[in-house]
Nanobody, 124 residues
Framework: QVQLVESGGGWVQTGDSLRLYCTVSGHTFSRYAMGWFRQVPGKEREFVAVIDWPGRTTYYADSVRGRFTVTRHNAKNTLYLQMNNLTPEDTAVYFC?????????????????WGQGTQVTVSA
């Protein structure tokens, strides 16, 4: 059974940094792209950043480009999201997701595997 577990969330102040982690286990597929998405209560989940299997191609939402960096360590089955210069608008539950093919996609429907999410709260 595929499991994705996020960690690293927390409460920070505006301008602070935070690093999220997502570990993958139980998968039998190889060469999978991964991504980060986030959701605020009452709103739809939105795309944040995605990365392909080799880690060479990344895509970012306009709202986080230049502040967030997505990377991965395939030998450790771990996905990262470095978040800098955080603002209250970044407050959300952050989910990691995996798809069973290498190319990255910004579409949530392309990702069949999801973690439970980690809360990030940024105070003004």
């Amino acid at each position: 059974q595929v499991q994705l577990v996020e960690s690293g969330g927390g409460w920070v102040q505006t301008g602070d940094s935070l690093r999220l982690y997502c570990t993958v286990s139980g998968h039998t597929f190889s060469r999978y792209a991964m991504g980060w998405f986030r959701q605020v209560p009452g709103k739809e989940r939105e795309f944040v950043a995605v990365i392909d299997w080799p880690g060479r191609t990344t895509y970012y939402a306009d709202s986080v480009r230049g502040r967030f960096t997505v990377t991965r360590h395939n030998a450790k089955n771990t996905l990262y999201l470095q978040m800098n210069n955080l603002t209250p608008e970044d407050t959300a539950v952050y989910f990691c997701a995996a798809r069973t093919s290498s190319p990255a996609s910004t579409l949530q429907t392309e990702y069949p595997y999801w973690g439970q999410g980690t809360q990030v709260t940024v105070s003004a």
